[in-house]
């Protein structure tokens, strides 16, 4: 305890007579940071960890107060081995972490990390939405079903090579085609980057959300858990009942018909806005121009 209060008191006594901007700034920054992390921490069963932990702290506490050093030896050269039991233990919890500071795309406005290129129609056309909506109301008349992962800026090569290569054009014919019953490829999931199906049978990973439905089955989960792990938009047609879903950045939205599924892929299109049509009078006559 001693020893607490003597570091304490050399901290105090380094601190500058008076606070600079920069201080405070830093202060803002901590700040911030520790928010974020116990925000992550209460949304993990890291929050379960970190109530132990406390526990155990208090214990060390009063080992210390009590000079108890068998107890604080015991400690001492057990610490490292508890740090790198606690980052594998949360290993998938940090993994998530880390994947969701990369969605936030901080640097990509910067320096130019994703690798597919939007034209003029987008990152696919108008044609690829039509053909996919066709494609799944089709299949939701018959009950066939199907996965379908539409990938945005984050890559799918690595689910893309646990499937088998496409590289076709976009067409509701081809798509239904896979996923015909009793087909080679009708098992997994189909991923489509741009305006091409580029790979075929993918095995994408599930969910793990306990606060799914019960009745959601393992396509629907997979469709999910690629959500979760990428930025992608994954299009799921029911083969017990027909119905379209659509899973998008972790959620799930059921029961679309097919005007209601081309506004959602409309969503991650990324298609540029138009210019403003300008009208001007030119010796009586209007003209429409851009």
């Not at 000079?67 to 790198?84: C, D, G, H, Y």
């Not at 919890?93 to 320096?111: F, P, Q, V, W, Y």
């Not at 987008?122 to 089709?138: H, P, Q, V």
């Not at 019960?214 to 396509?219: A, E, I, Q």
């Amino acid at each position: 305890m001693s020893q607490l209060n003597e570091f304490a008191t050399e901290y105090l006594s380094r601190l500058p007579g008076s606070i600079r901007l920069v201080d405070i700034i830093e202060i803002i920054l901590i700040s911030t940071l520790l928010y974020h992390i116990l925000l992550w921490i209460k949304n993990t069963r890291a929050w379960s960890l970190l109530k132990g932990i406390v526990v155990i702290v208090a214990f060390i506490l009063i080992a210390a107060y009590f000079e108890m050093t068998t107890i604080l030896w015991i400690v001492q050269n057990a610490f490292s081995v508890a740090v790198t039991a606690i980052v594998v233990i949360l290993q998938p919890e940090l993994r998530k972490a880390l994947e969701d500071l990369g969605k936030k795309n901080i640097l990509t406005s910067i320096i130019p990390f994703d690798s597919l290129k939007t034209t003029d129609e987008g990152r696919f056309s108008d044609k690829t939405i039509n053909e996919i909506a066709k494609a799944c109301t089709e299949m939701g008349k018959v009950k066939t079903g199907a996965l379908i992962v539409v990938e945005q800026t984050q890559s799918l090569a690595e689910y893309e090579r646990t499937g088998i290569d496409v590289d076709a054009i976009v067409t509701s014919q081809l798509l239904i085609n896979i996923f015909e019953k009793n087909t080679p490829l009708h098992d997994g999931a189909v991923i489509i980057r741009g305006n091409r199906v580029v790979s075929a049978t993918c095995y994408l990973p599930l969910s793990d959300n306990q606060s799914l439905s019960k009745d959601l089955g393992t396509r629907h989960r997979a469709g999910i858990g690629i959500s979760e792990a990428t930025d992608s938009m994954t299009i799921i047609v029911s083969e017990e009942t027909g119905k379209i879903s659509v899973a998008y950045d972790g959620g799930l939205d059921r029961n679309l018909d097919s005007d209601g599924l081309k506004e959602k892929l409309k969503i991650i299109q990324n298609k540029p806005e138009e210019e403003p049509q300008k009208r001007i009078l030119w010796k009586g006559r209007s003209k429409v121009e851009k």
